[in-house]
């Protein structure tokens, strides 16, 4: 038997295939932020591909996504995207800004 490949961070590579999260997200709730904020510029979202490639959005906040699938129910991820023109560095989406403020984003499937 073949072992599974290896993506980065030890996951394998084709968890995509099993993944339950593929797919497009609105975010509807925030720890931090009202939803007047999340839709501010446009409904706040998250897409998860199956290539991992995904792209999110919530107030004045964009980003790519760089993600690794760890199993039908959970991935990882690491961002490039922009707050207000700045670099930044149910689903719970967990953020850490660099360096500034920790959120808790709440998600359903569109």
Not at 19 to 24: F, Q, V
Not at 33 to 58: H, K
């Amino acid at each position: 038997m073949t072992p599974p490949k290896k993506r980065r961070g030890g996951v394998r590579k084709d968890a995509a295939s099993e993944s339950r999260l593929i797919g497009t997200w609105r975010i509807y709730e925030s720890d931090l932020w009202n939803t007047d904020y999340l839709d501010m510029v446009d409904p706040a979202t998250m897409t998860i591909p199956a290539n991992g490639l995904g792209e999110s959005c919530f107030g004045v906040v964009t980003y790519a996504t760089d993600i690794r699938f760890a199993g039908p129910d959970d991935i990882a991820f690491t961002f490039a995207g922009s707050d207000e023109g700045d670099e930044v560095g149910v689903l719970e989406i967990e953020l850490s800004f660099h360096p500034g403020d920790d959120a808790v984003l709440k998600a359903r499937r569109m």
